[in-house]
């Protein structure tokens, strides 16, 4: 002990007053002492550093002057009974120094007993822990936080949504979970880098926080995966208007990053505790169901979770692995891919001026699966590219072929997925199939959905250029059925609109589907575009879209897509249909 070593060199007898008053006013401890009653006898150095006040201002006093008011009279009340009980007392207070400012400190309290074991003193040490607290308190909130949103992290989420969980437990009330994925994230990121990928996540977690009340928990999970808890819904109608409200507060105006106006729409999937589960995996697993389930159906939408949605997940892997399976399996003799052909006809002299490629696949265990699933979970699976860059391939085979069997003057449109987009080389993979079938620029023509042009407007753009400077034609398909930005469009370099099908359909017997596709003809003539009807089953939806002048008509009507074989007979065969 140390004590027992000074002792034995320098015996505590021989320790005079002088020494003892140095080591107390040299002391790097703040010290205090009080006589019986608490009132200051003396106080160090090191005291008058850390709490402004010199000696003589102290000296007579009450020790209360210190107190911040942070700390209850019941606390206090305790301490007192802890000294006069063990002797000593040790924990965190409060104080106010000589200027006003609280500052946290940790204090001893020991009482000094006399020869006769009365008390005589109290001797007060204590450190200033402010700094400690401070960092205490950074850690934790690194621990708990994003240091890019500054939302909480997965971490402080798990623990957040626990407590509601336990809390609606015991109330018997419902807890909602919305899991948010950002649909083409990645798109951004590796487009237009990862700095403007994290402003856009910044972006996206204010606008999110705006959406909910200050009691809602916001978090990111990581990557572009958002989370919100709504503790205590009354019912699934509450969570849905929210849902509509985030999913349209993300995507409703672009965001602004730098000089790049990105859109941002959301996926979202919802469950809802106790049904979709009673604890946090549960709820989570099957929120990411949802999530799935709403990609699959075309992104921007939310899904609330359903049981069944297991089982179409499992359908989906099964699909999706068979896809790549096939993709694997394509040989230049043999593809489980084949393309149709549309025909489109020109309605000035109601002659076949183009046709629509359209791919399709047949499995031997799922069979003939529509374009619509497959291509989706082409995209969604990074499969897109290498299905994409066969349907070029076999595209240009088949336009040379329809030239060898005596067919000319036909432009054939090949479909680009937004993944194929964001691919700077996919203009010289174009040149290069054109000139290995000694094709043209002008045999060819390309379709970019609406929505697949607005994803990636720099990027687009300059790709987009190179084709309409190589003499390709450009068409923005499904027009209408996205969000896009009218502002936007007509800098892109496109020749054609295609009037989405879901307008002609009705027609005939709706008057709004009418009107948009009278107003959509009357905008694309404005801008110089050319008009394409897509899906015209009828005579009177062809005798409609003409009146209203559209150019070219696509549709059941002339034929649906055939295989190459049968789209020359069809062509051999077709007679002009006047208007
Ligand atoms: N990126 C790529 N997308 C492709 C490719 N091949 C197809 N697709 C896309 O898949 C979607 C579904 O295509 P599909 O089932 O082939 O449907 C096409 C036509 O059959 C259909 N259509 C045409 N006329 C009518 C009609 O009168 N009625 C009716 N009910 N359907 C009709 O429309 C589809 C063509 O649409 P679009 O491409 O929008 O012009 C579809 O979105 C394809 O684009 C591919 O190789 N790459």
């Given amino acids: 002990m140390p004590g027992t070593a000074l002792a034995n060199t320098n015996p505590a007898s021989e320790l005079s007053a002088a020494v003892l008053q140095r080591i107390f006013l040299q002391c790097s401890e703040a010290v205090l002492i009080t006589d019986r009653n608490n009132c200051i006898v003396a106080v160090n150095a090191a005291f008058s550093e850390m709490s402004g006040y010199p000696a003589e201002e102290v000296i007579g006093g009450n020790p209360r002057m210190f107190a911040s008011g942070r700390n209850e009279p019941a606390f206090y009340a305790s301490m007192w009974r802890a000294i006069n009980e063990q002797g000593v007392w040790s924990g965190e207070i409060w104080d106010r120094r000589k200027d006003g400012q609280l500052y946290p400190i940790w204090l001893t309290v020991s009482a000094v007993t006399d020869n006769t074991g009365e ?19 950074q850690l934790l909130h690194l621990a708990y936080h994003d240091p890019l949103t500054l939302l909480p992290n997965r971490l402080a989420f798990e623990s957040q949504l626990e407590l509601a969980i336990r809390s609606c ?57 958002f989370v919100v808890v709504l ?98 399996s ?76 005596g067919l000319s003057g036909l432009r054939v449109a090949v479909n680009i997925s937004a993944q194929q987009l964001r691919h700077e080389a996919l203009p010289m993979l174009v040149r ?39 003499g390709i034609v450009l068409a923005i398909d499904d027009f209408g059925t996205g969000y896009s930005s009218l502002a936007y469009l007509k800098h892109l370099p496109i020749h054609r609109l295609k009037l989405d099908r879901s307008f002609v359909k009705d027609i005939e017997t709706d008057a709004n589907d009418a009107a948009i596709c009278s107003a959509t003809v009357a905008l694309g003539h404005n801008l110089g575009l050319e008009l394409v009807a897509e899906g015209v089953e009828t005579d ?40």
């Avoid at 008390?119 to 607290?133: H, K, L, M």
């Avoid at 000035?348 to 003939?368: I, M």
């Avoid at 697949?452 to 790709?463: E, R, S, V, Y």
Wanted: proline content about 5%.
């Fill in 330 to 405: 394509i040989t230049p003799e043999h593809s489980p891919f084949s393309l149709h052909f549309q025909p489109q006809i020109n309605v000035a002299d109601g002659r076949v001026v183009g046709l629509e490629a359209l791919a399709r696949w047949h499995d031997p265990v799922l069979g003939q699966v529509p374009p619509d699933r497959f291509i989706r979970i082409a995209e969604d699976s990074g499969l897109m590219q290498p299905l994409g860059d066969w349907v070029f391939w076999e595209t240009c085979r088949h336009i040379r072929r329809f030239r060898e069997a």
């Fill in 540 to 579: 009177i939806q062809r005798e409609f879209l003409t009146r209203l002048g559209c150019d070219v008509l696509q549709g059941f009507f002339y034929s649906k897509p055939l295989p190459a074989d049968q789209i020359i007979e069809y062509l051999r065969h077709f007679q002009p249909v006047t208007p």
């Fill in 169 to 225: 437990e015991r109330d018997h009330k419902q807890v909602a979970l919305m899991l948010i994925d950002l649909d083409h994230f990645k798109t951004v990121n590796d487009t237009l880098g990862h700095a403007t990928g994290d402003e856009l996540l910044k972006s996206v977690a204010i606008r999110l926080r705006d959406c909910v009340r200050a009691s809602d928990i916001v978090a990111r999970l990581g990557g572009d995966e």
């Fill in 119 to 137: 008390v005589s003193n109290y001797v007060a040490t204590f450190t200033d822990i402010g700094e400690r607290i401070e960092a205490t308190q």
């Fill in 432 to 470: 290069g199939v054109l000139a290995c079938y000694d094709l043209t620029p002008q045999d060819l023509e390309l379709e970019i959905t609406e929505s697949t042009a607005m994803q990636n407007p720099d990027l687009t753009l300059a790709i987009l250029n190179q084709f309409s400077d190589m």
């Fill in 231 to 328: 503790p205590d819904i009354d019912s699934a109608m509450t969570v849905a208007t929210l849902a509509g409200k985030v999913q349209h507060r993300l995507a409703d105006h672009s965001h602004q990053i730098g000089v790049h106006s990105l859109y941002a729409t959301p996926s979202i999937g919802i469950s809802i505790y106790p049904g979709d589960g009673r604890d946090r995996e549960t709820l989570l697993r099957n929120a990411d169901v949802a999530m799935y389930h709403a990609k699959d159906r075309g992104r921007n939408n939310y899904q609330f979770y359903a049981s069944r949605m297991n089982e179409a997940a499992g359908e989906r892997l099964q699909m999706e692995n068979a896809l790549r399976q096939a993709l694997a």
